[in-house]
């Protein structure tokens, strides 16, 4: 479980996130909504590290991890512009944090065929350079350069926002049942109403850095 106890995030004098409390179980699909500025960015952050919270603590399964360096908080991300290596293949990109881990070769090449099929990418697209895909296949790969380091949290800023209409539904679904397959916990941040009506479990809506309202998608529709 992922806990916000009152949580404060400043920009110098600014304070971009107020006395945050969230508490995010285990498997669940949880999205924060709002619109552009409103502090989503900011918690999602705080809570892979890239950020401290100037008040407050951020606990994971009752561990205080408010502190902790980037690299130990077992946690991918996936950024709305993908942030992939544009030079690199698919492969490559795929692999990269598998071989920061020191993993063996042969054991990269199964985990990267593995995860490239379960998010419908084929083995010739292995190949290409990610500057030669559309953005729903970069996407995927972007995904599946996450997934492939099996955390136990995956963290998705506007992962769609960048990709026309039809494909935004399209992923939107396959992203949802990858979701639900994997069982991961998931954090997901959107200013899309109906993407977070979808896709998540929870919703926690924020307004001006303050979150107003969490629920199920079915208690936010009813009270607003
Ligand atoms: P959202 O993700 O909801 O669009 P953000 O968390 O990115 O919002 O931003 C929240 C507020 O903090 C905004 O008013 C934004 O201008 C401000 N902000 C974000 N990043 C910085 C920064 N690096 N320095 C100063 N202010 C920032
Ligand atoms: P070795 O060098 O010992 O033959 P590799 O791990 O390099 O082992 O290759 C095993 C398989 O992994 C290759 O057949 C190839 O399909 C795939 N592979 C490895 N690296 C890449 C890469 N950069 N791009 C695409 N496929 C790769």
Redesign the pocket.
Known sequence: MIEFKEVEIK??D?T??KSLNLQIGEGEFFTLL??????????LRSLVGFINPSRGAIYVNGKDITHLPVEKRDISMVFQSYALFPTLNVYENIAFGLKVKKMPKEQIDAEVRAIAQKVDLKSEQLLKKVSELSGGQQQRVAIARALVLKPSMLVLDEPLSNLDASLRVQLRNELKSLQKKFGITTIY?T?DQEEALTLSDRIAV?NH?VVEQVGTPYEIYNQS
Do not use: D, E, L, Q
């Not at 709002?34 to 918690?43: A, D, N, Q």
């Open positions: 920009y110098n600014f971009a996130v709002g619109p552009s500025g409103c502090g989503k960015t900011t918690t941040v200013h924020f850095g």
